[in-house]
């Protein structure tokens, strides 16, 4: 399965200072040792999520997956409106149980995902 990872923008400047999600580089790891294409987007190192639509596009993506707390809530909001305004049949899942209580008016395929599940159990991704 073809999977992008986002990292949400953490800095108000482009190229300032931040720290990095270990837990979408957790989930990375595991994904890509279970035979899963991963893609990984940050984007603390573009000016918007525009670069998202081109990582769906070169990449062939099924699945895109992000995560934060609460303090990211817009940032998340504009990833996953950017990937339901171009691609609605692409799954995406959100991570983190913070914001995933806070945003169950978010459309996302599975809004309950927390870091640990490093697997991705609910969706189970096979390998095809």
Do not use: W
């Not at 994904?31 to 525009?50: E, F, M, P, R, W």
């Amino acid at each position: 399965m073809n999977i992008l990872i986002v990292y949400p923008k953490m800095s108000r400047y482009l190229g300032g200072h931040y720290d990095v999600q270990l837990g979408l580089a957790y989930i990375s790891s595991t994904l890509k040792a279970k035979g899963h294409q991963i893609t990984c987007v940050n984007l603390n190192h573009y000016s918007d999520v525009s670069v998202i639509k081109e990582a769906v596009e070169r990449g062939n993506i099924e699945v895109v997956c992000t995560g934060g707390q609460s303090p990211l809530y817009r940032q998340i909001k504009s990833i996953f409106d950017e990937v339901r305004e171009y691609y609605p049949q692409i799954i995406t899942i959100l991570g983190d149980e913070d914001i995933s209580f806070s945003t169950r008016q978010e459309r996302t395929d599975n809004p309950r995902i927390n870091n640990s599940e490093l697997c991705c159990p609910p969706f189970r991704l096979q390998k095809r």
